[in-house]
């Protein structure tokens, strides 16, 4: 994966509980993305950092927020879960210029 | 901002049969980038097209990039089982990718 982890792999929640989803790199690059992935969606840009200490919104950012506060590491909360955001969430990572590596995934279900 | 449209959502082949995957643009791209998830995994990069009327090959996968840069395509020749997965064309610019909806493929063998 690039050097890219993910954790947890699964999470289950109830509606309402936060969670924080924890993505890191060893690979020193810049720029990091989150995504969510739905059944016949495609991959949707949740937030994205251009490089330590900047986040700027993607396609859907509503009910998550993110944190950048190391070149390392770029986690993804969410405050309050509901049932919408059940999906598969990924993180990934891209050298300047070359194409973008996804981390292993996270499979969240929100009861 | 910028979207493409993926076609077919679906498509199910017979181990052998030829299969292909298209995207469009209304709007001209400077470049177009194709990856492969398969079930239960992350997608992985393939390959990146730049060049008006680009065709690049990687074994039985032959990718070509529209004349008006506009539309690309992914063909599969002979596919085997090892094929089956979810492919997704993306276009990049401004730091970010925008994904295709994806092609699911499966095979009977």
């Known amino acids: 994966n690039a050097g890219v982890t993910q954790t947890p792999k699964f999470q289950v929640l109830k509606t309402g509980q936060s969670m924080t989803l924890q993505c890191a790199q060893d690979?020193?690059?810049?720029?990091m993305y989150w995504y969510r992935q739905d059944p016949g969606m495609g991959l949707r840009l949740i937030y994205y950092?251009?490089?330590?200490?900047?986040?700027d919104k993607g396609e859907v950012p509503n009910g998550y927020n993110v944190s950048r506060l190391n070149k390392r590491e770029f986690s993804l909360r969410l405050e309050s879960a509901a049932p919408s955001q059940t999906s598969v969430y990924f993180c990934a990572i891209q050298p300047w210029t070359s194409p973008q590596h996804f981390g292993p995934g996270t499979r969240l279900t929100v009861l | 901002g910028q979207q493409v449209m993926q076609i077919p959502q679906y498509q199910h082949v017979q181990e052998g049969e030829d299969f292909t995957t298209y995207c469009n643009s209304s709007?001209?791209?400077?470049?177009i980038q194709w990856y492969k998830q398969r079930p239960g995994g992350h997608p992985v990069f393939l390959i990146q097209l730049v060049k008006s009327g680009e065709v690049k090959k990687q074994k039985r996968l032959t990718f070509q990039f529209g004349e008006a840069k506009k539309n690309s395509s992914l063909h599969i020749t002979a596919t085997q089982t090892t094929d089956v997965g979810t492919y997704f064309c993306?276009?990049?610019?401004?730091?970010?990718?925008?994904f295709g909806q994806g092609t699911r493929l499966t095979i009977n063998p």
């Open positions: 690979m020193n690059h810049n720029s």
């Open positions: 950092s251009a490089s330590e200490g900047t986040t």
């Open positions: 993306a276009l990049s610019g401004a730091q970010k990718l925008v």
């Open positions: 709007t001209t791209l400077s470049n």
